[in-house]
């Protein structure tokens, strides 16, 4: 007798439901019991500790919580597996460890599935965009988790599935206004900034579809009423994008091409598909040219781009030509801005690949070659301890120079760039290399490194504390963005915004909405090195430069920051023995970005443990900063002023 195929679907884009391979609602019993199913849904498939379940489900938990919770469970796999043999185990809600995980299939789970089907419309042709979205907004079924609002483990997701929701719809009406039915946007945007009337994309979406419908009157008027919103309430001036559409209504610009881009793209990929023969080597090189165009075109342009980039060098190699092979991993030349990758793995193996190349190039093969590869060796080495990186792109930049070659230059600086975090305090070497960026970039038509160049002056100028210039960087970035369609460049801008706000001295809790809104533009991005982890990093500097315990927990997603959180985070749970084997358990922080924020949080641990050796290392470490704002070189987050967090250092040292 044998189990059967798990086929349950799960519900929480409304009330928490299941049903079965039949599509009847399966009976999950009381609240309590869809409360743990609906904790275990937000947990993503990690495991989520008995204790956990108990403090959530209760304000004030009971003496017989943990046997309360197992009874919860054993309840609800047998909802949910009825032909489950006796002592066989359980494969949807599984025991792990100190508790439970559901081992949900990604499509099993409305919310996990809405996710994915937004993502895939990004990316698809309009037509079919349309329908995944009309497809993937008809599963709501009301508000997220509608059954615990007020639970605080549920905020979070539902918040990041609201902005998700809200995302879609803006989606579905550029996509809409791109297939010419204008008309049809004005409805549901009109509900959208009712609601939400600080979505600034939103207002723009429907100022342009009411002009296209032949109301440009009240286009204005929606322009007008956004404008007066955002500048009483929020104290700020309306963004460049709904700036540009006022100023191009007023202008009556052209209505837009009716998908001519699109049709010439088609014939000119079917020509090449019947002129450059299938195994022809050529084909490679165009290959990497539109993986270069992918990656800077949005999220699933950018992911697409890394899923290939080494499929294609791996290709390259296979023939046996390392000029062939050169050309392939140096025509891969896309700024990158992160100091931690998206694929840590992938990168390793393109530096490998790289060195490989440079070992089999002739004598007399060209400098520029080689120095694409030392500069594509020294970005991808970024975040790493190894010493060839800042060789590479030392040796790469002299090249660079000697060719006179500009966006070779422009490349190599941004592998010299990433070499520039080996200790603290160095804002200024990189502001000067931003500054370079810049000017090289604006004389040489190179947009996409200007604006990486904008970016770099951005984060150091946040460090050095001149917010004033930082913002005339982030709005160069914005321009520049908006004329050359350069999507993400977005992301970086709506955080450096949230960091501006906190670092003014903005209330908390305004801050904390600020970083929340950010991480839902940046969720699904297509940049994990960038992403995970970051949200929950942002609120905890916010949290510990205030001097108050942090609300998150171990359970939170910290990504690559846990070890530097968890001792304060085990503090606020008042377990100063974890934390403190927590502290001596953590690492040096890794030479980036975020290198004097992690040294704070680190020092901050240790003042609240008394670990001298500790703070005297925080001391040395954050000394060469001391003029700076502590994180806010990232551009992303700050945990305030270093020569703050010194004082509390030197005081706790005595």
Same mark, same amino acid.
């Given at each position: 007798?044998?189990?059967? =195929?798990?086929?349950?679907?799960?519900?929480?884009?409304? =009330?928490?439901?299941?049903?079965?391979?039949?599509?009847?609602?399966?009976?999950?019993?009381?609240?309590?019991?869809?409360?743990?199913?609906?904790?275990?849904?937000?947990?993503?498939?990690?495991?989520?500790?008995?204790?956990?379940?108990?403090?959530?489900?209760?304000?004030?938990?009971?003496?017989? !919580?943990?046997?309360?919770?197992?009874?919860?469970?054993?309840?609800?796999?047998? /909802?949910?597996?009825?032909?489950?043999?006796?002592?066989?185990?359980?494969?949807?809600?599984?025991?792990?460890?100190?508790?439970?995980?559901?081992?949900?299939?990604?499509?099993?789970?409305?919310?996990?599935?809405? %996710?994915?089907?937004?993502?895939?419309?990004?990316?698809?042709?309009?037509?079919?965009?349309?329908?995944?979205?009309?497809?993937?907004?008809?599963?709501?079924?009301?508000?997220?988790?509608?059954?615990?609002?007020?639970?605080?483990?549920?905020?979070?997701?539902?918040?990041?599935? +609201?902005?998700?929701?809200?995302? /879609?719809?803006?989606?579905?009406?550029?996509?809409?206004?791109?297939?010419?039915?204008?008309?049809?946007?004005?409805?549901? *945007?009109?509900?959208?900034?009712?609601?939400?009337?600080?979505?600034?994309?939103?207002?723009?979406?429907?100022?342009?579809?009411?002009?296209?419908?032949?109301?440009?009157?009240?286009?204005?008027?929606?322009?007008?009423?956004?404008?007066?919103?955002?500048?009483?309430?929020? !104290?700020?001036?309306?963004?460049? &994008?709904?700036?540009?559409?006022?100023?191009?209504?007023?202008?009556?610009?052209?209505?837009?091409?009716?998908?001519?881009?699109?049709?010439?793209?088609?014939?000119?990929?079917?020509?090449?598909?019947?002129?450059?023969?299938?195994?022809?080597?050529?084909?490679? %090189?165009?290959?990497?040219?539109?993986?270069?165009?992918?990656?800077?075109?949005?999220?699933?342009?950018?992911?697409?781009?890394?899923?290939?980039?080494?499929?294609?060098?791996?290709?390259?190699?296979?023939?046996?030509?390392?000029?062939?092979?050169?050309?392939?991993?140096?025509?891969?030349?896309?700024?990158?801005?992160?100091?931690?990758?998206?694929?840590?793995?992938?990168?390793?193996?393109?530096?490998?690949?790289? %060195?490989?190349?440079?070992?089999?190039?002739?004598?007399?093969?060209?400098?520029?070659?080689?120095?694409? *590869?030392?500069?594509?060796?020294?970005?991808?080495? &970024? !975040?790493?301890?190894?010493?060839?990186?800042?060789? /590479?792109?030392?040796?790469?930049?002299?090249?660079?120079?000697?060719?006179?070659?500009?966006?070779?230059?422009?490349?190599?600086?941004?592998?010299?760039?990433?070499?520039?975090?080996?200790?603290?305090?160095?804002?200024?070497?990189?502001?000067?290399?931003?500054?370079?960026?810049?000017?090289?970039?604006?004389?040489?038509?190179?947009?996409?490194?200007?604006?990486?160049?904008?970016?770099?002056?951005?984060?150091?100028?946040?460090?050095?504390?001149?917010?004033?210039?930082?913002?005339?960087?982030?709005?160069?970035?914005?321009?520049?963005?908006?004329?050359?369609?350069?999507?993400?460049?977005?992301?970086?801008?709506?955080?450096?915004?949230?960091?501006?706000?906190?670092?003014?001295?903005?209330?908390?809790?305004?801050?904390?909405?600020?970083? &929340?809104?950010?991480?839902?533009?940046?969720?699904?991005?297509?940049?994990?090195?960038?992403?995970?982890?970051?949200?929950?990093?942002?609120?905890?500097?916010?949290?510990?430069?205030?001097?108050?315990?942090?609300?998150?927990?171990?359970?939170?997603?910290?990504?690559?920051?846990?070890?530097?959180?968890?001792?304060?985070?085990?503090?606020?749970?008042?377990?100063?023995?974890?934390?403190?084997?927590?502290?001596?358990?953590?690492?040096?922080?890794?030479? +980036?970005?975020?290198?004097?924020?992690?040294?704070?949080?680190?020092?901050?641990?240790?003042? &609240?443990?008394?670990?001298?050796?500790?703070?005297?290392?925080?001391?040395?470490?954050?000394?060469?900063?001391?003029?700076?704002?502590?994180?806010?070189?990232?551009?992303?987050?700050?945990?305030?002023?270093?020569?703050?967090?010194?004082?509390?250092?030197?005081?706790?040292?005595?």
């Amino acid at each position: 007798m044998g189990g059967g =195929p798990v086929e349950v679907r799960f519900g929480v884009l409304g =009330p928490v439901l299941a049903w079965d391979d039949a599509g009847v609602p399966i009976d999950l019993r009381g609240p309590a019991h869809r409360a743990v199913l609906a904790r275990l849904v937000v947990a993503r498939g990690h495991v989520v500790p008995v204790g956990r379940l108990v403090d959530d489900l209760w304000d004030e938990p009971p003496a017989g !919580g943990v046997g309360a919770v197992r009874t919860f469970v054993a309840a609800l796999r047998r /909802a949910l597996e009825p032909r489950r043999p006796p002592r066989q185990p359980a494969r949807l809600l599984v025991t792990e460890g100190p508790g439970y995980a559901l081992r949900a299939p990604a499509d099993a789970v409305d919310a996990w599935w809405f %996710e994915a089907r937004v993502g895939r419309a990004a990316q698809a042709a309009p037509q079919r965009a349309l329908e995944v979205l009309d497809e993937a907004l008809g599963r709501w079924r009301g508000p997220a988790y509608a059954d615990f609002a007020d639970a605080p483990w549920a905020r979070a997701e539902r918040h990041r599935l +609201d902005q998700l929701r809200l995302q /879609a719809v803006e989606l579905r009406a550029g996509t809409l206004l791109t297939l010419g039915r204008a008309a049809e946007v004005v409805p549901d *945007l009109d509900a959208q900034v009712a609601e939400h009337p600080w979505r600034e994309e939103s207002w723009r979406l429907l100022a342009l579809a009411l002009y296209r419908a032949g109301r440009q009157g009240d286009a204005l008027a929606v322009l007008r009423r956004a404008r007066e919103l955002l500048r009483d309430q929020l !104290g700020v001036d309306p963004g460049p &994008r709904l700036r540009q559409a006022e100023t191009d209504i007023l202008r009556q610009a052209d209505q837009p091409a009716d998908g001519a881009a699109e049709r010439i793209w088609a014939k000119a990929a079917a020509t090449y598909d019947r002129a450059v023969a299938a195994g022809a080597r050529g084909r490679l %090189e165009s290959t990497v040219g539109l993986l270069r165009s992918l990656a800077v075109a949005g999220a699933g342009g950018l992911t697409a781009a890394r899923e290939q980039r080494y499929p294609a060098i791996a290709a390259a190699e296979r023939l046996g030509d390392p000029e062939l092979t050169a050309r392939v991993i140096g025509g891969y030349d896309v700024p990158a801005i992160w100091t931690r990758s998206d694929d840590p793995a992938q990168a390793a193996r393109i530096v490998d690949a790289a %060195e490989r190349a440079l070992a089999g190039l002739d004598p007399g093969s060209p400098d520029g070659a080689r120095a694409r *590869l030392l500069a594509t060796i020294a970005v991808e080495s &970024r !975040g790493t301890r190894a010493d060839r990186g800042p060789q /590479a792109a030392r040796e790469a930049e002299r090249m660079a120079r000697a060719l006179g070659d500009p966006a070779l230059l422009a490349f190599t600086l941004n592998g010299v760039w990433m070499q520039t975090f080996h200790r603290a305090g160095l804002a200024p070497e990189r502001d000067a290399i931003g500054a370079e960026l810049v000017a090289l970039s604006s004389r040489h038509g190179l947009t996409t490194y200007e604006i990486l160049g904008h970016l770099v002056r951005l984060q150091a100028r946040g460090a050095l504390g001149d917010l004033t210039g930082a913002d005339e960087h982030a709005a160069a970035v914005d321009r520049l963005a908006e004329r050359d369609e350069r999507p993400l460049a977005g992301v970086f801008t709506r955080w450096y915004r949230a960091m501006r706000l906190a670092a003014t001295g903005a209330a908390v809790p305004r801050a904390r909405d600020a970083y &929340r809104e950010a991480a839902a533009h940046l969720d699904g991005a297509g940049m994990p090195g960038v992403e995970r982890g970051l949200l929950p990093l942002a609120l905890l500097c916010l949290d510990t430069w205030h001097g108050q315990p942090t609300a998150l927990d171990e359970d939170t997603d910290w990504g690559p920051y846990a070890p530097w959180a968890r001792p304060l985070v085990l503090l606020a749970r008042d377990r100063p023995a974890d934390a403190a084997r927590a502290l001596r358990r953590t690492p040096q922080p890794p030479r +980036d970005l975020l290198f004097e924020a992690l040294w704070v949080l680190t020092g901050e641990a240790a003042i &609240r443990l008394d670990d001298r050796a500790r703070m005297r290392r925080a001391r040395d470490e954050l000394t060469p900063a001391v003029g700076e704002l502590a994180g806010a070189g990232s551009g992303m987050l700050t945990v305030g002023p270093v020569a703050h967090h010194l004082d509390r250092l030197t005081a706790a040292l005595g």
